[in-house]
């Protein structure tokens, strides 16, 4: 982290004795010594103050003051030893001590401080500390109005920086210095000298208005009363040179006579010497054309020798490779002898009677004995004596070294080179996406707009390139998947790494206007990419201090292809910059995430109130958050507790002043918020409508209401309006909001326009020209008794259908709860509505595509809905571009071995992909049929969905082996846009879902058995 102490011993240990930064630190001494106003000297000098110099780094201004005030004590402090160290060393008369001006207790007549409150981003905490140490005087020395930015400089100061008066002190003295001539190999701009004094000390001294001025004028005068000399002694020089000049004319008229003399004689030379070199030239002819012919030989002798050291090169690297890849079938050999010898030892040992007595007293005990299943004992013994099968169970549930032979035999057909071949095939090869963002994408546990953005184009199938500007400065940060194949710092990149990734209509995203960004944006328009400046906050305010330039900024405003903002009023701002146009692109909601139907446990550490629990996350330190509201009603709702969350690193005097009903819960992944919301009352809002909150987009604010959260905000300009939200600057009226109730209203419709897929597809619409997808698409959804959640799910098809202009067909599996009657009414004119007088997975999706006209076949449950414009188009593409695949879905699982039941992918981190470089995995068992695609013609060679599983159970793991036998391959794709609310439908784990399990389980296992046994033990 910059500006910390390790940080800072580094830069001095590493750079010691640079004589560059000595110079530095000597000129800004004697900089502030030399214009400081002669009474301050006076005063100093003859009352013998002590002065300290805070953050002296290597000490060398120390020693000019030392020097200045020579009756005087200086001593010199800094937070870095290995600086401290640095000055003892060279400056052996002089105190100095190690020490953090937060820390520091002692006082001193005059604190002196040269270019470090720079470096504090609560420069202010930092500036009262240094005053209050002060008997007498504070003198600083400081940046003043950058024009550009310093990475170690977090502060930029202007008049409005300092305050006239602070508690016991006032500014006695101010100088602004603009610096000149050599001046700008030290500094280039501005530098302002001021002087606070105690109003104490101030009161013994004759002060006038005389004392405070700064003699600017006079210092310009005397300025332009140089130049004037200077002027004027140049001009003396320019006459005698003049003179002197006439005086060699004359010289070179006499020269010239005699020259004229010569050229008889020179042209008669010259006469003769042509004659040579065209001699001399026939010769080089001749030379030359020979030389071309030994530099031929030379360079097809060189490609030789070159070509001949590249083939031994790669003859050295195949043999290599030839030597480790026959290692490695060594191995794979010698690993399927050890298995092979294992499976033989088993089946001699399975062979032996003393083992078979054994698993038949085994088996007597567990089932006829201990258990209550004897008629399944009985069936298994008549079965071995009439050597039939009865329909008992399986051996090897009883048996342990058979399941450890089915183990081994799938070990033993495992194919290494399909599996490399599938890896290779899996690698996204999609439109890029580069975010040039602020901050890191786990700042503020991954809740910021970039961040945002980044998740949703890598779920939308996107490579996603993230870069950032700044590190982040939270004290705690959270581990998280980063959706990105890149992600990193600005300093760690250049051009030529983008240029070696770049593919055509890559999308470029700038997130401020930073002029180390500038050169990536010229770059991406060299290369016809696409480029949206997204303007997120007023930069003009101390948001921007760290980077902010309004010639950089208007150049982004001038460059970019797309223009967005995030508030209403920043539109407005814009227009004082620029003529081009601009889309109003608010925050959003990720509802992947925020989902309120979704079931959460109560985070440990989340307070409840006994009346109310209210909830704020986000950023707890900027100048825009109303502290005030908070302390207000933390006093007036006792029985109420405030959570907040967020870094309260930087605010210890807040935490430590708060109520006990103010709980400070520090920073959490965006992915812990909703369990957070779902056991709060209210969420809320306290930021002041100042020159930077009322230019603000808040975030939270769509994740608040996403869940359905009853919002108390103050009355920020594009929140007006919104659902479930109450605006009020009143903090009486906040108390009286907290203790009133207030009806939810249904919010379903405004989150489906401001979740980050409307966002994205947004800048996708401006960016991409062709929008309709051509092919043919059937949607076909089942639904049993499923009235509260189908809807959902037909008006998100609805809303997401234009560019694809797909058919939706319903198929009612004999609900009794007025699904049908409901879907016929509502969406009759708008859908195909089918009844199926079964209840069945199988024949109702048969039905479907029998009533169906797509060339693509699209598979949906009720309990699922979709949130992007583009969310077929991943599945789709696959089909289309991987010949091999035959089928597509968003779902999927696997099986633990010698089982029927395994894993699925909704339960596993990320839900299993863990790299954003993947497109799909084929290594998957089976696909569910809930957001599976695949093409009519399959589907038909297949011969559908076997219907004896209705009503339910095992026919997408039946479909997905028939998909296989067919000589395709399987893709898991998570990149489709699709929700889903688990076990809506199937009501698993019930005891009626356990035996249809069971049933069809044996019948699969049976029916592939039959038909292709190696595939079957393959996944199972």
Same mark, same amino acid.
């Given at each position: 982290?910059?500006?910390?102490?390790?940080?800072?011993?580094?830069?001095?240990?590493?750079?010691?004795?640079?004589?560059?930064?000595?110079?530095?630190?000597?000129?800004?001494?004697?900089?502030?010594?030399?214009?400081?106003?002669?009474?301050?000297?006076?005063?100093?000098?003859?009352?013998?103050?002590?002065?300290?110099?805070?953050?002296?780094?290597?000490?060398?201004?120390?020693?000019?003051?030392?020097?200045?005030?020579?009756?005087?004590?200086?001593?010199?402090?800094?937070?870095?030893?290995?600086?401290?160290?640095?000055?003892?060393?060279?400056?052996?008369?002089?105190?100095?001590?190690?020490?953090?001006?937060?820390?520091?207790?002692?006082?001193?007549?005059?604190?002196?401080?040269?270019?470090?409150?720079?470096?504090?981003?609560?420069?202010?905490?930092?500036?009262?500390?240094?005053?209050?140490?002060?008997?007498?005087?504070?003198? !600083?020395?400081?940046?003043?109005?950058?024009?550009?930015?310093?990475?170690?400089?977090?502060?930029?100061?202007?008049?409005?920086?300092?305050?006239?008066?602070?508690?016991?002190?006032?500014?006695?003295?101010?100088?602004?210095?603009?610096?000149?001539?050599?001046?700008?190999?030290?500094?280039?701009?501005?530098?302002?000298?001021?002087?606070?004094?105690?109003?104490?000390?101030?009161? %013994?001294?004759?002060?006038?208005?005389?004392?405070?001025?700064?003699?600017?004028?006079?210092?310009?005068?005397?300025?332009?009363?140089?130049?004037?000399?200077?002027?004027?002694? !140049?001009?003396?020089?320019?006459?005698?040179?003049?003179?002197?000049?006439?005086?060699?004319?004359?010289?070179?008229?006499?020269?010239?006579?005699?020259?004229?003399?010569?050229?008889?004689?020179?042209?008669?030379?010259?006469?003769?010497?042509?004659?040579?070199?065209?001699?001399?030239?026939?010769?080089?002819?001749?030379?030359? @054309?020979?030389?071309?012919?030994?530099?031929?030989?030379?360079?097809? !002798?060189?490609?030789?020798?070159?070509?001949?050291?590249?083939?031994?090169?790669?003859?050295?690297?195949?043999?290599?490779?030839?030597?480790?890849?026959?290692?490695?079938?060594?191995?794979?050999?010698?690993?399927?002898?050890?298995?092979?010898?294992?499976?033989?030892?088993?089946?001699?040992?399975?062979?032996?009677?003393?083992?078979?007595?054994?698993?038949?007293?085994?088996?007597?005990?567990?089932?006829?004995?201990?258990?209550?299943?004897?008629?399944?004992?009985?069936?298994?013994?008549?079965?071995?004596?009439?050597?039939?099968?009865?329909?008992?169970?399986?051996?090897?549930?009883?048996?342990?070294?058979?399941?450890?032979?089915?183990? !081994?035999?799938?070990?033993?057909?495992?194919?290494?080179?399909?599996?490399?071949?599938?890896?290779?095939?899996?690698?996204?090869?999609?439109?890029?996406?580069?975010?040039?963002?602020?901050?890191?994408? +786990?700042?503020?546990?991954?809740?910021?707009?970039?961040?945002?953005?980044?998740?949703?184009?890598?779920?939308?199938?996107?490579?996603?390139?993230?870069?950032?500007?700044?590190?982040?400065?939270?004290?705690?940060?959270?581990?998280?998947?980063?959706?990105?194949?890149?992600?990193?710092?600005?300093?760690?990149?250049?051009?030529?790494?983008?240029?070696?990734?770049?593919?055509?209509?890559?999308?470029?995203?700038?997130?401020?206007?930073?002029?180390?960004?500038?050169?990536?944006?010229?770059?991406?328009?060299?290369?016809?990419?696409?480029?949206?400046?997204?303007?997120?906050?007023?930069?003009?305010?101390?948001?921007?201090?760290?980077?902010?330039?309004?010639?950089?900024?208007?150049?982004?405003?001038?460059?970019?292809?797309?223009? %967005?903002?995030?508030?209403?009023?920043?539109?407005?701002?814009?227009?004082?910059?620029?003529?081009?146009?601009?889309?109003?692109?608010?925050?959003?909601?990720?509802?992947?995430?925020?989902?309120?139907?979704?079931?959460?446990?109560?985070?440990?550490?989340?307070?409840?109130?006994?009346?109310?629990?209210?909830?704020?996350?986000?950023?707890?330190?900027?100048?825009?958050?109303?502290?005030?509201?908070?302390?207000?009603?933390?006093?007036?709702?006792?029985?109420?507790?405030?959570?907040?969350?967020?870094?309260?690193?930087?605010?210890?005097?807040?935490?430590?002043?708060?109520?006990?009903?103010?709980?400070?819960?520090?920073?959490?992944?965006?992915?812990?918020?909703?369990?957070?919301?779902?056991?709060?009352?209210?969420?809320?809002?306290?930021?002041?409508?100042?020159?930077?909150?009322?230019?603000?987009?808040?975030?939270?604010?769509?994740?608040?209401?996403?869940?359905?959260?009853?919002?108390?905000?103050?009355?920020?300009?594009?929140?007006?309006?919104?659902?479930?939200?109450?605006?009020?600057?009143?903090?009486?009226?906040?108390?009286?909001?907290?203790?009133?109730?207030?009806?939810?209203?249904?919010?379903?419709?405004?989150?489906?326009?401001?979740?980050?897929?409307?966002?994205?597809?947004?800048?996708?619409?401006?960016?991409?020209?062709?929008?309709?997808?051509?092919?043919?698409?059937?949607?076909?959804?089942?639904? @049993?008794?499923?009235?509260?959640?189908?809807?959902?799910?037909?008006?998100?098809?609805?809303?997401?259908?234009?560019?694809?202009?797909?058919?939706?067909?319903?198929?009612?599996?004999?609900?009794?709860?007025?699904? +049908?009657?409901?879907?016929?009414?509502?969406?009759?004119?708008?859908?195909?509505?089918?009844?199926?007088?079964?209840?069945?997975?199988?024949?109702?999706?048969?039905?479907?595509?029998?009533?169906?006209?797509?060339?693509?076949?699209?598979?949906?449950?009720?309990?699922?809905?979709?949130?992007?414009?583009?969310?077929?188009? %991943?599945?789709?593409?696959?089909?289309?571009?991987?010949?091999?695949?035959?089928?597509?879905?968003?779902?999927?699982?696997?099986?633990?071995?010698?089982?029927?039941?395994?894993?699925?992918?909704?339960?596993?981190?990320?839900?299993?992909?863990?790299?954003?470089?993947?497109?799909?995995?084929?290594?998957?068992? +089976?696909?569910?049929?809930?957001?599976?695609?695949?093409?009519?013609?399959?589907?038909?060679?297949?011969?559908?969905?076997?219907?004896?599983?209705?009503?339910?159970?095992?026919?997408?793991?039946?479909?997905?082996?028939?998909?296989? @036998?067919?000589?395709?391959?399987?893709?898991?794709?998570?990149?489709?846009?699709?929700? @889903?609310?688990?076990?809506? %439908?199937?009501?698993?784990?019930?005891?009626?879902?356990?035996?249809?399990?069971?049933?069809?389980?044996?019948?699969?296992?049976?029916?592939?058995?039959?038909?292709?046994?190696?595939?079957?033990?393959?996944?199972?």
């Amino acid at each position: 982290m910059i500006n910390n102490e390790e940080y800072w011993n580094n830069i001095f240990k590493k750079e010691k004795n640079d004589n560059k930064r000595e110079m530095q630190t000597s000129f800004f001494g004697n900089l502030a010594i030399s214009n400081l106003p002669r009474w301050i000297i006076e005063d100093i000098e003859f009352n013998s103050m002590i002065i300290c110099d805070v953050g002296c780094a290597e000490g060398d201004a120390t020693y000019l003051l030392s020097n200045e005030f020579k009756n005087n004590k200086v001593i010199g402090i800094d937070f870095s030893s290995e600086a401290i160290k640095i000055a003892r060393d060279k400056y052996h008369d002089i105190c100095f001590e190690v020490g953090d001006i937060r820390n520091i207790n002692e006082q001193y007549d005059v604190t002196f401080s040269s270019n470090m409150l720079e470096h504090f981003y609560n420069y202010k905490d930092i500036l009262e500390k240094l005053i209050k140490i002060s008997n007498k005087y504070c003198i !600083l020395l400081l940046p003043f109005r950058e024009y550009y930015t310093i990475k170690e400089h977090h502060t930029y100061f202007d008049f409005q920086s300092f305050p006239f008066e602070f508690e016991d002190y006032m500014v006695c003295y101010f100088k602004v210095m603009t610096m000149q001539g050599e001046d700008v190999n030290y500094w280039f701009g501005e530098q302002i000298l001021i002087v606070y004094a105690k109003k104490d000390n101030l009161k %013994t001294k004759n002060i006038s208005l005389r004392n405070f001025y700064n003699g600017y004028i006079e210092e310009r005068t005397k300025i332009i009363m140089d130049y004037d000399e200077k002027i004027n002694s !140049l001009n003396k020089k320019l006459l005698e040179a003049d003179n002197n000049f006439k005086k060699e004319s004359q010289d070179k008229n006499e020269i010239k006579s005699e020259l004229l003399k010569s050229k008889d004689i020179i042209t008669e030379t010259q006469c003769k010497i042509d004659n040579q070199l065209i001699e001399i030239s026939n010769l080089v002819n001749i030379l030359g @054309h020979t030389n071309h012919e030994l530099v031929d030989a030379k360079e097809q !002798l060189t490609n030789i020798v070159k070509d001949k050291e590249i083939l031994n090169e790669n003859n050295k690297i195949l043999l290599s490779e030839n030597s480790e890849l026959k290692g490695l079938i060594n191995n794979l050999y010698l690993e399927k002898e050890n298995i092979n010898s294992a499976i033989n030892n088993i089946i001699i040992t399975q062979n032996s009677k003393s083992y078979k007595l054994s698993l038949l007293f085994k088996r007597f005990l567990s089932q006829f004995i201990k258990g209550n299943e004897k008629k399944d004992f009985i069936k298994w013994l008549f079965g071995r004596l009439s050597k039939k099968y009865m329909g008992s169970k399986w051996l090897k549930e009883f048996d342990h070294l058979e399941i450890a032979k089915l183990a !081994l035999n799938r070990e033993s057909t495992f194919d290494i080179n399909s599996i490399t071949y599938k890896m290779e095939k899996n690698i996204k090869n999609s439109r890029q996406v580069f975010i040039f963002a602020s901050v890191p994408y +786990y700042d503020v546990g991954g809740g910021q707009r970039s961040a945002q953005l980044a998740k949703t184009f890598n779920n939308m199938g996107y490579e996603v390139y993230y870069i950032y500007g700044f590190h982040s400065s939270e004290t705690e940060i959270k581990e998280m998947f980063i959706p990105a194949i890149m992600h990193e710092h600005i300093d760690k990149i250049n051009i030529q790494d983008i240029k070696d990734i770049l593919k055509k209509e890559a999308i470029f995203i700038f997130e401020i206007p930073y002029e180390s960004f500038e050169p990536y944006l010229d770059f991406a328009q060299k290369y016809n990419c696409y480029t949206i400046y997204e303007h997120i906050d007023n930069w003009g305010t101390s948001l921007g201090c760290l980077f902010y330039n309004e010639t950089v900024f208007k150049r982004f405003l001038l460059k970019a292809d797309l223009l %967005t903002v995030t508030a209403r009023l920043l539109g407005e701002k814009l227009k004082e910059q620029t003529n081009n146009s601009y889309i109003y692109s608010a925050n959003a909601v990720n509802s992947e995430l925020f989902e309120p139907l979704k079931e959460y446990n109560q985070p440990k550490d989340l307070i409840k109130g006994k009346n109310k629990t209210l909830l704020y996350f986000g950023s707890l330190w900027g100048e825009w958050f109303d502290w005030e509201k908070i302390e207000y009603i933390s006093q007036k709702c006792k029985d109420c507790e405030i959570n907040l969350i967020g870094d309260y690193g930087p605010i210890q005097d807040k935490v430590k002043k708060m109520e006990k009903n103010v709980h400070f819960l520090g920073i959490k992944n965006q992915a812990e918020l909703p369990a957070y919301l779902m056991y709060s009352d209210i969420a809320l809002l306290p930021f002041k409508n100042c020159e930077i909150g009322k230019y603000v987009s808040p975030l939270k604010i769509f994740e608040y209401i996403a869940m359905n959260k009853l919002v108390l905000s103050t009355p920020l300009d594009d929140i007006k309006g919104y659902p479930n939200t109450i605006c009020t600057d009143d903090k009486e009226e906040w108390v009286k909001v907290i203790y009133s109730e207030y009806k939810i209203v249904d919010s379903n419709s405004f989150i489906l326009n401001n979740n980050w897929y409307a966002r994205c597809n947004q800048l996708l619409d401006k960016a991409s020209s062709k929008e309709i997808v051509e092919e043919s698409i059937s949607v076909i959804v089942l639904n @049993h008794n499923n009235k509260k959640v189908i809807g959902r799910c037909v008006n998100s098809l609805l809303n997401h259908i234009k560019r694809y202009n797909y058919e939706i067909v319903i198929v009612d599996n004999n609900s009794h709860d007025g699904s +049908y009657e409901y879907l016929d009414e509502n969406f009759g004119n708008t859908i195909k509505l089918i009844k199926n007088e079964l209840n069945g997975c199988s024949s109702g999706r048969n039905i479907g595509v029998k009533n169906s006209t797509g060339k693509y076949i699209c598979f949906l449950d009720s309990d699922q809905w979709v949130i992007s414009d583009r969310w077929l188009d %991943t599945a789709i593409n696959i089909l289309k571009n991987e010949l091999f695949i035959g089928a597509v879905s968003w779902n999927a699982g696997w099986f633990e071995p010698g089982k029927t039941t395994g894993p699925i992918v909704d339960y596993q981190p990320n839900r299993a992909i863990d790299s954003s470089k993947i497109l799909y995995r084929n290594d998957i068992a +089976y696909l569910a049929t809930s957001g599976m695609v695949l093409e009519r013609k399959l589907f038909e060679e297949i011969g559908g969905f076997d219907e004896y599983y209705d009503p339910t159970c095992f026919e997408d793991t039946d479909i997905s082996l028939k998909v296989r @036998h067919a000589g395709y391959e399987l893709a898991y794709c998570p990149y489709m846009s699709i929700m @889903h609310l688990p076990h809506q %439908t199937t009501q698993s784990g019930s005891s009626g879902h356990s035996k249809l399990m069971e049933r069809n389980g044996k019948y699969f296992i049976d029916k592939w058995t039959k038909i292709d046994k190696n595939l079957l033990e393959y996944y199972l």
